[in-house]
T-cell receptor, first 113, second 116 residues
Framework: GNSVTQMEGPVTLSEEAFLTINCTYT??????LFWYVQYPGEGLQLLLK?????DKGSNKGFEATYRKETTSFHLEKGSVQVSDSAVYFC????????????FGTGTKLQVIP | NAGVTQTPKFRVLKTGQSMTLLCAQD?????MYWYRQDPGMGLRLIHY???????AKGEVPDGYNVSRLKKQNFLLGLESAAPSQTSVYFC???????????????FGEGSRLTVL
């Protein structure tokens, strides 16, 4: 069935370090892919998305590229800040499954000064 | 800028009690969802609605009921609460019309429910 697998956390980085959070998916067809972020005490909010193969989503210095051949959508940022500390969720909507978004289990990121 | 509003934000129940969580959105969205968030489990879909007067089961619907009598409101009910329903509940909404669906969800701030 459809599923999302993302790396387990927590991930602890020093400020200005490079961030990668891995995400792979299992889905038929051509799903749309998303990264959501949840700051402490808040609901999730969309960080970036990509809707077709080789698309790159980007926002707030974060990037992710839709890799159809490896079924991956890894999140990267060149230089993290303390304010990036949050939980990051990879998610997708299967093609034809327009009502439902499937989420990964989330990866907690802690950035220390 | 209300967006998606959930009430209450915190609640403690005893086993067997009932309660209703209310979700209201002011963005005229067609689709609404209820998720629960548990440690190590991510978000799991409980029920969803694709329009006023419609509801459908998600991944973990047992023990919950929902109603969408008005387009802007989506209610989640627990008829007889159990400790396994201790969780953080999130409501979300999204735009969808004539098959146009972006997949972007707008979330409320969550409701933390503890069942003793």
């Amino acid at each position: 069935g459809n599923s999302v697998t993302q790396m387990e956390g927590p991930v602890t980085l020093s400020e200005e370090a490079f961030l990668t959070i891995n995400c792979t998916y299992t889905a038929t067809g051509y799903p749309s892919l998303f990264w959501y972020v949840q700051y402490p005490g808040e609901g999730l909010q969309l960080l970036l998305k990509a809707t077709k193969a080789d698309d790159k989503g980007s926002n707030k210095g974060f990037e992710a590229t839709y890799r159809k051949e490896t079924t991956s959508f890894h999140l990267e940022k060149g230089s993290v800040q303390v304010s990036d500390s949050a939980v990051y969720f990879c998610a997708f909507v299967a093609s034809g499954g327009y009502q439902k978004v499937t989420f990964g289990t989330g990866t907690k990121l802690q950035v220390i000064p | 800028n209300a967006g998606v509003t959930q009430t209450p934000k915190f609640r403690v129940l005893k086993t067997g009690q009932s309660m209703t969580l209310l979700c209201a959105q002011d963005m005229n969205h067609e689709y609404m969802y209820w998720y629960r968030q548990d440690p190590g489990m991510g978000l799991r879909l409980i029920h969803y609605s694709v329009g006023e007067g419609t509801t459908a089961k998600g991944e973990v619907p047992d023990g919950y009921n929902v109603s969408r009598l008005k387009k802007q409101n989506f209610l989640l009910g627990l008829e007889s609460a159990a400790p396994s329903q201790t969780s953080v509940y999130f409501c979300a909404s999204s735009y969808g019309s004539s098959g146009m669906y972006t997949g972007e969800l707008f979330f409320g701030e969550g409701s933390r429910l503890t069942v003793l």
